[in-house]
């Protein structure tokens, strides 16, 4: 039997989709407005389904892509053209929000912001939060490790998974959908494939740990002028805050300057001019008291001189009003000729120095117009989005080379939580060792003999 | 050349014993009087001759097993006479404390009280607290993934880990010792060797992230006579202490009474005849404000009759008092013929009930005594100390099945942190689906194709 007809022996017809369907574009990537091309997209409902696609194409070594959101920023989700769809998207179901465990199981294809909402109804909190949350779904989100605005408190998304359901290349499920924190019954499987961006197995369902909601959320926005105070801020901050703090964003200039300048609407809560911004956030359980801590906090630091100004949001609006700074990327793209993203990640106490050495050689770069920088500091995870002139090769592979050279050396990592995909994997030996990097390519032979699962990503294998 | 003169070109006389030297018993393993039989003790002091010594071995499929402080609880270091034991005690330098990174770098043998107190000097915390910090190393504690006393706020061991030098069976060194939060670049290989109890690598150093010390410690003793209180009680005091809650462990009133009743030192701080007794403890900043939230909450739950008593502890000796009275295990072991343990996990709402059940069908076998039930009930971990008349093998796996069996249908664990060990490997099966097992065999085959590191511990291979 043909792949087509093996698989319509699986999915009815309009779940699975070849030729026209597909050329009409309506699978639209990210950025990529190029028609769908590959030998069918199937959309399973069920784990089952998933695994008897996986043997149907294991059986004929044929290459798949598993499909979330398409939120992905590294290419980790673009096709070649040869390979076999599997969409996640009718895995939707959010089958349990557990009150006692804190716990909500919920499908691959669920989408992010879906999850937030159930659970909110049931004042729980899930904590993963950035900006595709009304796009990206959960299987996606787990086998890229996001991160988003809230790690520094809640970890990355490894953290926040009690129990996954994965199936294999050759159509096994290795299935673990446990409610429990504590779990020390031999390897912890789930964590292969948490991040290998689809590479080592196909997610299917996910038991998410929650928390208890927030009754309380305070903001504050700061200027600074030296970055080791930033990171003496930090400590003030986070001691003085106990557990309660969740956000600690860092705005160089140009990026603070583009975000409260029209065209972008917000006005500037502190003015331009300042070498450094930081928006902090706390998620309590009193308002009064948690505000007069965060006042207090601010005081202390302005008396001490850490800080040079500072403004405590004092309403829902004004949380709004700078949370929508901070989150608008959009004005950076939008005023860049070309824009070229990075997400490094390196030491806290380097951060200061080697992104302005970065900038400057950035900026002596004749067709890079402007270095827009902000990043989750407290994390170590620094944004960068690059004005500049083309899209020339030679240019992008010169702003890599600039940005990405000095993170060996300092002990940095190419991408703290885009992940690698296509677009990284150039770089990825200069933040893992040969022996890693061999290491890596072992577990994936084991796991995906014949290369069957997003092939080309991550790795290149013989 | 032999293994023990290839050996001797790695190491000095005296830290490669053998013979009359081991015999001796200098090495003395916990609960385990019997003297150590091996063909040889190496103890290295640096990664590279770790390295060297599992190339030798490599060569000649010489077993080995890596020794920590030995406090494993399942046998995970029990030899059968035929190995290279590799102690790595003397790899313990804490080479650095980063204050902007907030991480500590420490080789494999440093004991986890020493870090605690290094890192204390500099206003720092490492969470990781549990009975046995005064002997454990941190190599060991990874292997195992200990859980502990703060698990509820700060995670495992696991989550505590930014950095990982590990050498593979053949001597490969896989080292990756970065001080970064967020790191997306490719397959997290730490994750594989993490909780593997020796059996995927030896962890020679790593890199452990830190938090900021706290100001102020607080705790409470609360009694409940219902367990679904229990539940909406750790709901209410984990929401009002918002980030700050650290600790969640109920005791039962066997483990109570025992703890509290002569020769135990300890009064009772609140009267015994209760069904059941919760600790909790926050971790915060300000003292008296912090002292005043805990009592606010205790009060609001009196008042809505989720506790029937309460103690707020007012000082450091009451601080010590009622943590002497949940850490003490030696209670219940004296008070036993003889004692067998058990660190299960399953899900919190259903403690009560299965607990309550286990305890009697337990207490139905002629030869247990008493059942002493606690445990870290926000983790879904549950301690169990069955005092016993005998040590025969019968009444051993009699108690084993009526504790292990009803977690399969639960979804629960039979090792929440302990590990599987020796002693456990015979109920993995019950919480590890055939699939899964399989899995992890094969991970094990392909990084120690001939079955080296640890052998015959957590997993049975052909």
Known sequence: VDLISALKLILPEERLLTGADLAGNYYHIWRMNEPLIAKALVLPKTTEEVSAIMKVCHERQQAVIVFGGRTNLVSSTKPRGDEVLISLEKMNAISEVDLASRTVTVGAGVILENILEAVKEKELLFPLNFGARGSAQIGGIIATNAGGLRVIRYGMTRNLILGLEVVLADGTIISSLKKIIKDNSAYDLKQLFIGSEGTLGIITKAVLRLYEANRSRNSCLVALNEYTKVVKFLKHMDKGLAGTMTGFELMWPSFYAAATTPPAEPKPPLPHGHNYYV?????????????????????????????????????????????????????????????????????????????????????????????????????????????????????????????????????????????????????????RTAAEIALMKQIKIQLDPYNLLNPGKVLDLP
């Open 279 to 431: 928006l902090v956030e706390s998620l309590g359980n009193d308002q009064t008291n948690d505000q007069t801590v965060m006042l207090e906090l601010l005081e202390t630091a302005l008396h001490e001189k850490l800080i040079t100004d500072g403004v405590l949001a004092q309403s829902e609006s004004d949380l709004q009003w700078f949370w929508k700074i901070r989150e608008d990327v959009h004005s950076c793209v939008s005023r860049s000729t070309h824009d070229q993203h990075f997400d490094i990640s390196l030491p806290i106490a380097s951060i200061g120095g080697e992104l302005a050495k970065i900038r400057e050689n950035l900026l002596e770069l004749e067709d890079v117009n402007e270095v827009y920088v902000f990043g989750h500091v407290a994390d170590g995870n620094i944004h960068l989005i690059i004005d500049k002139a083309s899209e020339e090769l030679s240019l992008k592979n010169a702003i890599n080379d600039i940005v990405y050279h000095p993170l060996t050396a300092l002990g940095g990592s190419v991408s703290a939580e885009h992940g690698i995909g296509l677009d990284k994997k150039a770089y990825l030996p200069l933040c």
